[in-house]
């Protein structure tokens, strides 16, 4: 239930979170350093500099790690796409060598198939109907193969479609599955924001300490930790965001089936 409330988080809304947390989280600590420097009536942070330290370059550790599953998962994405379009364009091919009136009927409901993906690319359409709308178009292409397959099961051209066919609507399952299913766990988020909490505390507690008030360094580590917050959840997001995956092998496909 979280899991699924934080990914229908805006990502705009991310961001002021994660400036939020980490801001609240210096402010927290340098108030607890600076009681502790005030009773004690020292400036010295002893060890705590080495301490802070390690922490940073933990979180640091943290943050990479995290980048890599999100840049991965959008590598699939890329890759899943290229093979949706090699595919379709495979089962365009074959249905040209179908029988009337499977051919003709076969390459219209593969160009529509192709033009619903492209919709939902640039975001006319959203996400469930264009799955609503492909799964359509698929049922219908199926049923063409199995006409054909009962009217000569020897046919190595109807097993040939059906191979490609297949391959269509494995690789939809799989572009929906990895862009609507495979997130980042909320676990990695969960462990990443509590080692941020306890490191910029811990920050903000050698602030206290040595009584350094100045805003200025708060906020520019705040905005930092969150625009590489940002740039992790837009990439592990599939549809929102500056970070997409290009259409453009769908849209040349698109342009080469509407001058057949």
């Known amino acids: 239930m979280l899991e699924t409330w934080f990914q229908r988080l805006p990502l705009a809304a991310v961001f002021v979170l994660a400036v939020a947390i980490v801001l609240a989280s210096l402010s927290a600590g340098y108030g607890a350093g600076l009681r502790r420097s005030k009773r004690l009536g020292t400036h010295d942070v002893g060890p705590i500099g080495s301490i802070v330290g390690a922490m940073l370059g933990l979180l640091a550790f943290l943050l990479a790690f995290t980048f890599g599953i999100a840049a991965s998962r959008f590598d699939v994405r890329k ?3 290229l093979d949706e379009v090699n595919a379709i364009g495979t089962a365009v091919l074959r249905a040209d060598l179908l029988p009337e009136p499977h051919a003709t009927a076969s390459r219209r409901l593969l ?7 492209v919709a939902q690319g640039n975001q006319l359409k959203d996400m469930a109907t264009a799955i609503a709308e492909s799964e359509a178009v698929q049922r219908e292409l199926w049923s063409h193969a199995t006409e054909l397959a009962k009217a000569d099961l020897n046919s190595p051209i109807g097993a040939l479609f059906v191979q490609a066919l297949n391959s269509v609507i494995d690789l939809h399952t799989s572009r929906v599955t990895v862009a609507l299913q495979y ?5 990695i988020w969960t462990g990443l924001l509590s080692v941020a909490v306890l490191t910029m505390i811990a920050v903000g507690y050698q602030f206290g300490l040595a009584r350094r008030n100045n805003i200025l360094i708060p906020l520019v580590l705040a905005l930092a930790f969150s625009a590489v917050v940002l740039l992790i959840a837009d990439l592990d997001r599939a549809g929102e965001g500056a970070l997409r995956v290009s259409q453009e092998p769908l849209q040349k496909l698109q342009e080469a089936l509407n001058k057949r």
């Open 111 to 117: 160009k529509r198939y192709v033009d619903i993906r």
């Open 183 to 187: 997130h980042i766990p909320l676990r």
């Open 79 to 81: 890759k899943l796409l």
